[in-house]
């Protein structure tokens, strides 16, 4: 089993006052939070309050326009962090025209090259992971012909198969079967166990419970 | 650097530039009649080109300014990409057509001088053709302006391109030159400094003078239009949203 | 594999099958020489005159195609995203890419290049010559083509407007590639100078153009 069962080093998200401004538009102010090892930090809101934004932002996609955001080891230095993100957004970011176990390859030794401290995954990892995920059987299908709720499980597998102590997931449960929230809740509860830290944006809810809850709803 | 970050406002910016634009034109329109006055009746006409060589007066210049402008927008593009200067790509975006249009005028002038000389419309000697290179990089970056709906994320990706292009150009040039072959009697475009004679390097002077003034004025005039613009745009934006439309909260709950 | 290596790798396989264009990229090259003749008549003796020229101006062409893809794909399926949010560096996505589509489209078209030039009447020596100097030289016309790419990634009819932005930057290294060439065929010009020049804007783009396209992407993204 890949190393998911290792403690990551204590790892902690702060945010202080973060904006977002896209296009000449603000689609948030002032917004702060803290969450710590083994918390899950879920966000909630309607379309267009800026869940997705928040996320890139922390992703480092995105840049604030204002406010102050840590990501770090033990209160170390920053300079640590843009290693330690997983993203899981809409798009799964994954190559048509390659199949799943050539992408899950690809981006497994992507990942590598800043994480000395484990090895590439190698094939039977793979496979166990898109078992873990139901996709065993299509491992080495085209992703052009898989479903949306495919893609969604593939892209978890892309993220179990490096060790990476933040995970930041949009809409996580979008095109999920029951079986595959199932799932989606024991790989967040095994995160979280190891330590790790997820930040999920959703209006829906989590097959985890969540620590904390960010509401960016219209004030009234 | 403090007169230029209080500039950062736009609104002080619009005031300001209202009250210098007036000063601007009258100057420009001063200095542009003592030059043609110079260009046309006080130098003397070339004793091989007779008085072809008065467009001399209005070609050189306006190279000159093609160059000025695209130095121009290079610094703005890095007050755009380093300091994220607000006004920095509405300086960029205005300048790239009045280059354009003197970039146009200098080929154009070029021509017209060139042909009682070469006896065509065009030759692919090294000037020309540098300056033409440099008209399509003028357009190509129109176009890239252009082609985004986003007026701020257009200005960086254009504040590369400019400074991409801006690197580039000496070496075009260079290029250029050692590329031609066709060889211009020294006397034509004899314009390099000490070799000219005072009497055309006067007229010559307060033709890049009066080019500049122009340029300045046009182009702060442009930036006044594309600030108002994008006043418009914004004012448009808040138009077609919903009407709580800023949003920001801190609350965090547990549970 | 080293992250380039990766890349590289993935970037030459995304190329070469179904829907990459590497070989539309190829049957393209052949399309241009071939009229080139149509408009300029058959006077072999022209041909061999302008062969090399023909040959770098439809190698130019034909590097341009499936830029427009390059970096858009990468936008559109979210991989750049991840790529960005792995803190590996930019720039290293932008040689790489720029190596495999050089690999994939540029160097069957560097190979096909002689071929190409003994319908156009070369001599021997200016066949082996003009093969050089392209092979010298066309990375940088792609390198300098990821520039235009990257600039150009969000926008959805970024082709035309990438051969626009691209043309001019790629004038010096025609001008030499060419030089080089005819260096080579006629005995009193020179051939080294040029040579090592073109050389020398391989090298130079290889550094410098990733550098403006990891810009241009990161600023291009929000």
Request: with cysteine; hydrophobic share 55%; charged share 15%.
């Amino acid at each position: 089993m890949v190393k998911q069962l290792d403690n990551f080093p204590p790892f902690r998200v702060q945010a202080e006052a973060l904006g977002c401004v896209r296009g000449g538009r603000e689609i948030f102010r002032d917004v702060s939070f803290s969450v710590g090892p083994g918390q899950l930090l879920a966000i909630t809101g309607p379309n267009g309050a800026g869940k997705s934004s928040l996320l890139r932002i922390l992703a480092g996609l995105l840049e604030a326009s204002a406010g102050r955001l840590a990501q770090t080891f033990d209160g170390a230095a920053e300079a640590e962090a843009p290693s330690a993100v997983h993203y899981l957004g809409h798009l799964d970011g994954f190559k048509s025209a390659m199949s799943l176990r050539e992408n899950l390859a690809f981006w497994s030794r992507i990942y590598r090259q800043s994480d000395d401290h484990h090895a590439v995954a190698d094939a039977t990892d793979i496979e166990e992971a898109a078992a873990r995920l139901g996709l065993a059987h299509a491992l080495d299908l085209p992703v052009s012909v898989f479903s949306a709720g495919q893609r969604r499980r593939a892209g978890l597998a892309r993220i179990t198969l490096s060790p990476r102590p933040l995970w930041l997931l949009d809409e996580p449960t979008s095109a999920l079967d029951k079986q595959g929230e199932a799932v989606l809740g024991t790989l967040m509860g095994e995160h979280l166990g190891a330590g790790g830290v997820i930040v999920a944006a959703t209006h829906l809810d989590l097959p985890a419970g969540p620590d904390l809850t960010l509401d960016m709803a219209v004030p009234q | 650097m403090s007169f230029i970050s209080q500039l950062a406002n736009p609104t002080r910016f619009l005031e300001l530039s209202a009250r210098v634009l007036p000063w601007l034109v009258a100057a420009s329109g001063v200095t542009l009649a003592i030059g043609l006055y110079l260009s046309f009746f006080v130098a003397p006409p070339d004793y091989q080109q007779g008085d072809s060589v008065r467009i001399m007066f209005i070609h050189v210049p306006a190279a000159w300014l093609a160059m000025f402008c695209y130095s121009l927008m290079a610094v703005s593009s890095i007050g755009s990409l380093v300091w994220r200067h607000p006004l920095a790509d509405v300086a960029a975006k205005s300048a790239a057509p009045i280059g354009a249009a003197f970039t146009f005028l200098a080929l154009f002038t070029g021509s017209v001088w060139g042909k009682p000389m070469w006896g065509t419309w065009w030759v692919w000697d090294a000037r020309l053709t540098s300056v033409l290179v440099l008209f399509i990089m003028y357009l190509g970056l129109i176009a890239l302006w252009r082609a985004f709906d986003d007026p701020s994320r257009a200005g960086r990706v254009a504040a590369v391109l400019t400074l991409v292009g801006f690197v580039n150009i000496p070496i075009i040039k260079f290029s250029v030159e050692w590329w031609n072959t066709l060889h211009q009697p020294a006397s034509v475009m004899r314009m390099d400094g000490p070799t000219i004679h005072s009497s055309m390097l006067w007229p010559l002077l307060v033709m890049a003078i009066a080019f500049t003034l122009i340029f300045l004025t046009v182009h702060l005039a442009a930036m006044r239009a594309e600030v108002f613009r994008r006043r418009v745009r914004t004012a448009q934006m808040r138009a077609a949203a919903q009407p709580a439309a800023s949003v920001g909260t801190t609350v965090v709950a547990h549970g | 594999m080293s992250l380039l290596g990766q890349i590289i790798a993935q970037t030459v396989m995304l190329g070469l099958r179904a829907g990459g264009g590497a070989l539309v990229g190829l049957v393209f090259f052949l399309a241009v020489v071939a009229v080139v003749p149509f408009g300029v008549g058959p006077d072999l003796n022209l041909l061999a005159r302008i062969g090399p020229a023909i040959l770098w101006i439809g190698v130019l062409l034909a590097s341009l195609l499936g830029l427009e893809r390059l970096f858009a794909a990468d936008r559109e399926d979210g991989s750049l995203d991840l790529y960005i949010a792995s803190g590996e560096p930019l720039v290293l996505l932008v040689l790489g890419r720029g190596i495999g589509h050089w690999i994939a489209t540029g160097l069957p078209i560097v190979i096909a290049a002689p071929i190409l030039g003994l319908m156009l009447n070369l001599s021997p020596i200016a066949l082996v010559a003009v093969t050089a100097t392209l092979l010298a030289g066309s990375p940088a016309l792609t390198f300098i083509g990821t520039v235009g790419a990257a600039l150009t990634a969000g926008l959805p009819r970024g082709g035309m407007l990438i051969a626009v932005l691209v043309l001019p930057l790629s004038v010096p290294i025609l001008i030499f590639g060419v030089m080089a060439t005819n260096g080579a065929v006629y005995d009193p010009e020179p051939f080294t100078a040029p040579f090592l020049i073109v050389c020398a804007f391989t090298l130079a783009s290889a550094v410098l153009a990733p550098l403006a396209g990891a810009l241009a992407l990161k600023v291009a993204l929000e």
